[in-house]
């Protein structure tokens, strides 16, 4: 899907139909979804054959080989997902046809339909400054609906305080499964890194998905430029040519630390940007979901 083609969908005001067109598109030819059933305890592997349930394929052997294997279990459950939205100001950024807070509600707009249309519970909350709204995982397809309508009324704005919403989430979720961030992360990683070990050690998997503008990655060409925080208006005229190096430097710095961090607590971190396919992201997903079960 072009982001042309996105972004007039979600200015239609569509962001039912927009997820619907990215999942179903995402997952063309698949009767099952492989969310659906996951185990409580695996048995082994064997090849695919024609008829077996596709519920079952193994993506990170997928992933890895190019190949379909079928998982079997002995016993199964389904999924319980949160979706943890960052709305604070600094997602309104974008250089190109998205910015970060579109990207990032289509994103979860996709997940919530993907989980939901496999009667698996999930849930969502959204935050800024503190955590505005929760609602609880449920596996009916009309809350879902309730979900992609609220985050369709949704602007961005406030400052971000990351670390004490992932705490404010982690006091509130009553049922153990999958808590999905999606934030930019322009904070200080220190507390964040402590929410995340909050929940993580409530007993929840995490998944990171660190949102990004190109621009964010290598700055834009040109020479003279002023940059304004969208979160408290301060502003900087900067000559980009004699920062450029050294930017590019931190900011690589910053995304590695997430990984080593992330790696060492045992939660997912995958950097997303605004310029890329979402059903890649999707698939990526999939394949890292495969590795906890």
């Excluded at 979804?33 to 052997?61: A, C, M, N, T």
């Excluded at 397809?141 to 961005?156: C, K, N």
Aim: aromatic letters at 12%.
């Amino acid at each position: 899907m072009s982001q042309i083609i996105a972004e007039q969908i979600l200015h239609l005001g569509n962001l039912h139909f927009l997820a619907k067109t990215v999942v179903e598109g995402f997952m063309l030819g698949f009767h099952q979804s492989p969310f659906h059933g996951f185990s409580v305890e695996f048995s082994q592997h064997r090849p695919y054959q024609p008829g077996d349930d596709l519920r079952h394929i193994d993506w990170k052997v997928y992933g890895r080989s190019d190949r379909y294997y079928i998982r079997q279990y002995q016993e199964e459950t389904n999924l319980t997902g949160t979706i943890l939205l960052d709305m604070s100001a600094s997602m309104a950024y974008g250089s190109g046809k998205l910015s970060k807070f579109d990207f990032a509600r289509i994103l979860a707009a996709s997940l919530i339909y993907l989980l939901t249309k496999q009667n698996d519970a999930v849930g969502l909350a959204l935050f800024h400054s503190k955590v505005e709204k929760i609602f609880p995982p449920k596996a009916v397809i009309s809350y879902a609906y309730s979900m992609l309508a609220e985050m369709q009324r949704l602007t961005p704005g406030g400052e971000s305080e990351l670390a004490d919403a992932l705490h404010g989430v982690a006091d509130n979720l009553k049922r153990k499964g999958l808590a999905i961030l999606i934030s930019d992360l322009w904070c200080d990683p220190e507390p964040v890194f402590e929410g995340l070990k909050h929940l993580h050690f409530a007993g929840h998997d995490c998944l990171v998905l660190h949102v990004l503008d190109p621009d964010e990655i290598q700055l834009p060409k040109g020479r003279q430029f002023r940059f304004i925080d969208l979160e408290n208006e301060e502003s900087l005229h900067l000559d980009i040519r004699q920062i450029q190096e050294s930017y590019s430097e931190k900011v690589r710095l910053f995304i590695d630390r997430y990984y080593r961090v992330c790696g060492d607590m045992g939660v997912d971190y995958l950097p997303v940007y605004t310029n890329q396919d979402l059903r890649l992201i999707l698939r990526e997903y999939l394949i890292r979901r495969s590795r906890h079960f």
